[in-house]
T-cell receptor
Framework: ETGVTQSPTHLIKTRGQQVTLRCSSQ?????VSWYQQALGQGPQFIFQ???????GRGNFPPRFSGLQFPNYSSELNVNALELDDSALYLC????????????FGQGTRLTVV | AQSVTQLGSHVSVSEGALVLLRCNYS??????LFWYVQYPNQGLQLLLK??????LVKGINGFEAEFKKSETSFHLTKPSAHMSDAAEYFC????????????FGKGITLSVRP
């Protein structure tokens, strides 16, 4: 059984640029959630995708967007990067939207300079 | 709205001593509650969860937590700390609704002294 994998593990971007982060969900999981973890903070919910549609969103601006593909993998896109976007971005997959057991990937460390 | 408060940002214990990490929650509906552990440069691993069954929940690595509705608490304990327990611990709450999004506390760093 393959776990949740995220790519890349680290990247550095310049303020104003755009970035795409990728997540492959665990085998059999059709729901993917994205979280932002700033340094010294707990993760914050960005949004969830189910059946290729957004299924709930946290308090993040529209420049944070996502996609889910037919194989349930997902992308997180962030436009017009700001310095405060520097964080660890975590992807979590689950069997369904209401399933309470989420499995997390190792995360992507984004640094905006 | 749901929220989680984790008192203190750092707890230090001696190897073999009791571990107690505190978590208080606020929720307008009966909550689901979770403890996750995060080792350096890794994602989150579920330690245990409470989903309205038994109030004393046992998890992995010898950890357990007790749901106390009257105190709105879900404290994490382990009778005897091991060096490998040193990590960041997060308490989280979920509304068992449409998307079960997790609301996390700020986390507690556990250090274990030899």
């Amino acid at each position: 059984e393959t776990g949740v994998t995220q790519s890349p593990t680290h990247l550095i971007k310049t303020r104003g640029q755009q970035v795409t982060l990728r997540c492959s969900s665990q085998s059999g999981h059709n729901t993917v959630s994205w979280y932002q973890q700033a340094l010294g903070q707990g993760p914050q919910f960005i949004f969830q995708y189910y059946r290729e549609e957004e299924n709930g969103r946290g308090n993040f601006p529209p420049r944070f967007s996502g996609l889910q593909f037919p194989n349930y993998s997902s992308e997180l896109n962030v436009n017009a990067l700001e310095l405060d976007d520097s964080a660890l971005y975590l992807c979590a997959s689950s069997l369904s939207p209401g399933n309470t057991e989420a499995f997390f990937g190792q995360g992507t460390r984004l640094t905006v300079v | 709205a749901q929220s989680v408060t984790q008192l203190g940002s750092h707890v230090s214990v001696s190897e073999g001593a009791l571990v107690l990490l505190r978590c208080n929650y606020s929720s307008s509906v009966p909550p689901y509650l979770f403890w996750y552990v995060q080792y350096p440069n890794q994602g989150l691993q579920l330690l245990l969860k409470y989903t309205s069954a038994a109030t004393l929940v046992k998890g992995i690595n010898g950890f357990e937590a007790e749901f106390k509705k009257s105190e709105t608490s879900f404290h994490l304990t382990k009778p005897s700390a091991h060096m490998s327990d040193a990590a960041e611990y997060f308490c989280a709450v979920s509304d068992p609704g449409a998307n079960s999004k997790l609301t996390f506390g700020k986390g507690i760093t556990l250090s274990v002294r030899p």
